[in-house]
Nanobody, 123 residues
Framework: QVQLVESGGGLVQAGGSLRLSCAASGRTFSSYTMGWFRQAPGKERDFVAGIKWSDGYTYYADFVKGRFTISRDNTKNTVYLQMNSLKFEDTAAYYC????????????????WGQGTQVTVSS
């Protein structure tokens, strides 16, 4: 049974930092892209960042470039999202996902999803 379990969300002041973790289990993800998406209340779910498990190649949404960093630890089967210089508009539920498609920005190309972790940034 595939499981993606996110952790690390919470309440932080604007300008602060958080690190999200996504622990993956239940299958081999070596050919997969691991992605982070976010969804604010009343809004669509947006791509945030992705990383290819095989070679570590990364992708970022323009609105997080220079502030967020995605990484992976193969030994722990865990993907991280380091979020710095957080803004009020970063407030959302953050979801980890795994997919083997080429449309790394498209949530429909992801097969497995975690339950989400809430990030709230106070202004």
């Amino acid at each position: 049974q595939v499981q993606l379990v996110e952790s690390g969300g919470g309440l932080v002041q604007a300008g602060g930092s958080l690190r999200l973790s996504c622990a993956a289990s239940g299958r081999t993800f070596s050919s997969y892209t691991m992605g982070w998406f976010r969804q604010a209340p009343g809004k669509e779910r947006d791509f945030v960042a992705g990383i290819k498990w095989s070679d570590g190649y990364t992708y970022y949404a323009d609105f997080v470039k220079g502030r967020f960093t995605i990484s992976r630890d193969n030994t722990k089967n865990t993907v991280y999202l380091q979020m710095n210089s957080l803004k009020f508009e970063d407030t959302a539920a953050y979801y980890c996902a795994a997919g083997d498609g080429r449309r790394w920005w498209d949530e429909h190309d992801y097969d497995y999803w975690g339950q989400g972790t809430q990030v709230t940034v106070s202004s």
